[in-house]
């Protein structure tokens, strides 16, 4: 394990070698990274998911400028996966981009809004060694706590991402893998 937690930063896709098409834009107080999986690129996986191999599409939402990080997953074909809300602690930014300490927890969560709480055991190993101070941890709790809340009472994810989809209605990809044509499609509001 590290002495001290990992940052998150937007951007970091962009040199990722098993990745391609990065794209970043602003949308309100979000930022929303997308990025492809090259042929080459090895398998990744949360929990016995898949939701890295080539051709799949990952989408990055920095909800109210980086409080929150909501991941969103699709395979080759388009094809929603599911969602993965990092649990982090946000940085102050300089400029335009930002930044997170992950904090190790997570919440997978499938399309039809089922939620697992990830990276348990880890989380507190980091706060017994000491990697992860008090105070983050209880915050990290705390953010478990509000997000699940959420999730229950259907106001989390946020319909932005909750309603992203590549396939339309007709099973058509809306959205090609890098170097390609093609657009994002928000179906719902």
Same mark, same amino acid.
């Given at each position: 394990?590290?002495?001290?937690?990992?940052?998150?930063?937007?951007?970091?896709?962009?040199?990722?070698?098993?990745? *391609?098409?990065?794209?970043?834009?602003? !949308?309100?107080? &979000?930022?929303?990274? =997308?990025? /492809?999986? %090259?042929?080459?690129?090895?398998?990744?996986?949360?929990?016995?998911?898949?939701?890295?191999?080539?051709?799949?599409?990952?989408?990055?939402?920095?909800?109210?400028?980086?409080?929150?990080?909501?991941?969103?997953?699709?395979?080759?074909?388009?094809?929603?996966?599911?969602?993965?809300?990092?649990?982090?602690?946000?940085?102050?930014?300089?400029?335009?981009?930002?930044? *997170?300490?992950?904090?190790?927890?997570? !919440?997978?969560? &499938?399309?039809?809004? =089922?939620? /697992?709480? %990830?990276?348990?055991?880890?989380?507190?190993?980091?706060?017994?060694?000491?990697?992860?101070?008090?105070?983050?941890?209880?915050?990290?709790?705390?953010?478990?706590?509000?997000?699940?809340?959420?999730?229950?009472?259907?106001?989390?994810?946020?319909?932005?991402?909750?309603?992203?989809?590549?396939?339309?209605?007709?099973?058509?990809?809306?959205?090609?893998?890098?170097?390609?044509?093609?657009?994002?499609?928000?179906?719902?509001?």
């Amino acid at each position: 394990m590290q002495d001290s937690p990992t940052i998150i930063a937007s951007g970091e896709w962009e040199n990722d070698p098993q990745l *391609a098409g990065y794209r970043a834009e602003w !949308l309100s107080d &979000t930022l929303v990274e =997308r990025a /492809t999986w %090259l042929p080459h690129a090895s398998l990744q996986r949360i929990q016995r998911q898949v939701v890295g191999a080539p051709g799949y599409i990952w989408f990055r939402f920095w909800l109210s400028n980086g409080e929150q990080l909501l991941e969103k997953y699709f395979d080759e074909q388009g094809r929603a996966l599911g969602m993965y809300a990092r649990i982090a602690l946000a940085r102050h930014s300089r400029g335009r981009g930002l930044s *997170a300490v992950d904090l190790l927890l997570g !919440l997978w969560i &499938t399309e039809d809004a =089922r939620v /697992t709480v %990830l990276n348990e055991v880890e989380f507190e190993k980091a706060v017994a060694e000491g990697i992860i101070a008090p105070v983050e941890a209880e915050h990290a709790e705390q953010q478990i706590r509000e997000l699940t809340t959420a999730i229950a009472h259907k106001r989390y994810p946020p319909a932005l991402v909750r309603n992203l989809t590549l396939v339309d209605s007709a099973g058509e990809v809306t959205l090609q893998p890098a170097g390609q044509s093609g657009s994002i499609q928000n179906t719902k509001r």
